[in-house]
């Protein structure tokens, strides 16, 4: 399949993909979508509706997907609604994502990220340390798309879940 590196854009999904697993970040890249019958996209899907149902969600903004927007005494915050804890590391990157493209834009923002089953906030702020971070990814994600091949599956703990399940295990 082709692959055109200069129209490629690195994206909060990339981001959260690559924390788990970088396999899904070159099929992703190649048009190659998740499952999306896949009951764990439904459940996000509807807690996507469902979960904080007062705020502003999925706002669409210069190619991201803010999941809350809001306000907060003149802080704008952004908010990132996720089904379990279990992908902390994932959901915070993503998020970091989101308040560093912001930051870019001269936007100053902060982050929090929400689970509302377990009813857990975290709030994340952009920080040297997370700028650093972020340019591994950016450096990671570029390294797996350019590539010929995808990376073998390698089976982890979020494989069981995982909506790309048969494409690798099959």
């Known amino acids: ?95 970091l994502y989101y308040l560093h493209e912001l930051e870019q834009m001269g936007i100053n923002a902060e982050g929090i990220l929400l689970i509302p089953e377990e009813k857990k906030r975290y709030p994340i702020i952009l920080d040297k340390e997370g700028k650093r971070k972020l340019n591994e990814i950016f450096e990671g994600i570029l390294e797996v798309v350019t590539s010929e091949m995808p990376p073998r599956p390698v089976r982890i703990t979020f494989c069981k879940n995982c909506a790309y399940n048969e494409l690798c295990w099959s």
């Open 1 to 95: 399949m082709f692959f055109n590196i200069d129209e490629f854009r690195i994206t909060g999904t990339y981001v959260w993909y690559y924390c788990i697993c970088k396999r899904e970040v070159w099929l992703l890249s190649r048009g190659i979508t998740p499952d999306q019958s896949d009951e764990n996209m439904e459940i996000g899907r509807f807690l996507h509706e469902k979960a904080y149902a007062r705020e502003k969600k999925e706002i669409d903004f210069y190619g991201m997907k803010l999941d809350i927007l809001k306000n907060e005494s003149g802080q704008i915050v952004i908010g990132e609604i996720k089904k379990s804890s279990k992908y902390l590391e994932s959901a915070e990157m993503q998020l």
